[in-house]
């Protein structure tokens, strides 16, 4: 399988975070496509231009991060990171939902500051720290430390939680509830986690 990936994008960490947990890690080759600056490699597998795209070795190509998740998830069928049915499958697609889009809010501000000064919308700004503020809020309901293996929600808020600390260090937005903060300590560190880190 290949990989069209950048080395920072987190869309693509959470999805190289999926393939170590299922041990796929040796099979998937990764191809740098960093989107910026432009022409991007990755445009002549994904019309969108965005990373991370996987070619399969059946010669399929998907996009984006979630559908590469559930492939990966789905290539290994045991010890499932997205459960198969029932409320659980669905807490954990709906905490990668919100984790994605902390991550959408996040690289919006990561993008608006590098435009020039005299482009730069402080309201667009703010309103996306506000929408980051209130999901990391919401992160210590959506946490499951009993959940084994590492499933695909844990692993979306541990790398919402990463990008955050790389990027936007400066806003302070922390962990929030104690308990956040304690599984955020237990976790960082895990192996997927440290192979991946960013920077
Ligand atoms: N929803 C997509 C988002 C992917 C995405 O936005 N990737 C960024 C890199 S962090 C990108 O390639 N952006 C290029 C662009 O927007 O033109 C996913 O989950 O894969």
Redesign the pocket.
Known sequence: MKLYY?PT???VRKVRVVAIEKGLAEQVELVDAS?WPLPTTVAAVNPL????ALVTDDGLTL????VICEYLDALVPASPLIPRSGAARWRVLRCQALC?GVLDAA?AIVLERRRPEAERSAAAQARATDAIRRSVAAFGAELNPAATPFDLGQISIAVALGYLEFRLGDLDIGTGAPALADWWRAVRDRPSLAATRPG
């Open positions: 950048s994008s987190p869309y989107p231009g965005k990373v991370p996009y984006d991060s979630p994605d690289v």
